[in-house]
């Protein structure tokens, strides 16, 4: 089955303590996404991916790093999180298009992350 | 700067009821245009999307989306809703040019309650 999956789904931690989401997607896709959710703002991308070892900002990158080693993988690390970070977290992923650029994305399920 | 605005934030409706959610987006090249439905606890599902051709554009459970240039707006409409339609629903932009960066604009989302 086609899909993106993310892990862990739910996740508290304390402020400071290093944390890494992972995304996963079998779709042979070249463009990977992060966004987080939060209320009454929808959605916002974190950082995105091109291709491997391709990656760039998107509009809230604070706090933030990704890699992308792997075409398949691409990991949401928080080196020292804080609380304004508990929020909603959305990996998707993508084929490139030569005419029309990034197509529809494909949402992983989310995780759900509460700092404390 | 590039912003997709949703008209309603919340709507109530009874089964049978017409359904039709408003989005205006700022943006000023060609687009592609996005619905996404987020069922409860759910991750998001594409709905509908618009990257040309027929501005009328249909997707799946019954939404259709009708893209007004002029207007720069793609209202989602469904002629007679269900209970199992209660959700959030966001409209997405992102750059038609190709080599964009795929970056989704969403909207703030809309929830709707369907009352059975």
């Known amino acids: 089955e086609a899909q993106v999956t993310q892990n862990p789904r739910y996740l508290i931690t304390v402020t400071g303590k290093k944390l890494t989401v992972t995304c996963s997607q079998n779709?042979?896709?070249?463009?990977m996404s992060w966004y987080r959710q939060d209320p009454g703002l929808g959605l916002r991308q974190i950082y995105y991916?091109?291709?491997?070892?391709?990656?760039d900002k998107g509009d809230v990158p604070e706090g933030y790093k990704v890699s992308r080693k792997e075409k398949r993988n691409f990991p949401l690390i928080l080196e020292s999180p804080s609380p304004n970070q508990t929020s909603l977290y959305f990996c998707?992923?993508?084929?490139?298009?030569?005419?029309?650029?990034?197509?529809?994305?494909?949402f992983g399920p989310g995780t759900r992350l509460t700092v404390l | 700067a590039q912003s997709v605005s949703q008209h309603n934030h919340h709507v109530i409706l009874s089964e049978a009821a017409s359904l039709e959610l408003g989005c205006n987006y700022s943006?000023?090249?060609?687009?592609?245009l996005f619905w996404y439905v987020q069922y409860p606890g759910q991750h998001l599902q594409l709905l509908l999307k618009?990257?040309?051709?027929?501005?009328l554009v249909k997707g799946i459970k019954g939404f259709e989306a009708e893209f007004i240039k002029s207007k720069f707006s793609f209202n989602l409409r469904k002629p007679s809703v269900q209970w199992s339609d209660t959700a959030e629903y966001f409209c997405?932009?992102?750059?038609?040019?190709?080599?964009?960066?795929?970056?989704?604009?969403f909207g703030q989302g809309t929830t709707l309650q369907v009352k059975p």
């Open positions: 779709m042979n896709h070249e463009y």
């Open positions: 998707a992923s993508s084929l490139r298009s030569g005419t029309s650029g990034i197509n529809e994305q494909f």
């Open positions: 991916s091109m291709n491997v070892e391709v990656t």
């Open positions: 997405a932009v992102n750059s038609g040019a190709s080599g964009n960066t795929g970056k989704l604009i």
């Open positions: 618009y990257f040309s051709g027929d501005p």
């Open positions: 943006y000023g090249g060609t687009v592609n």
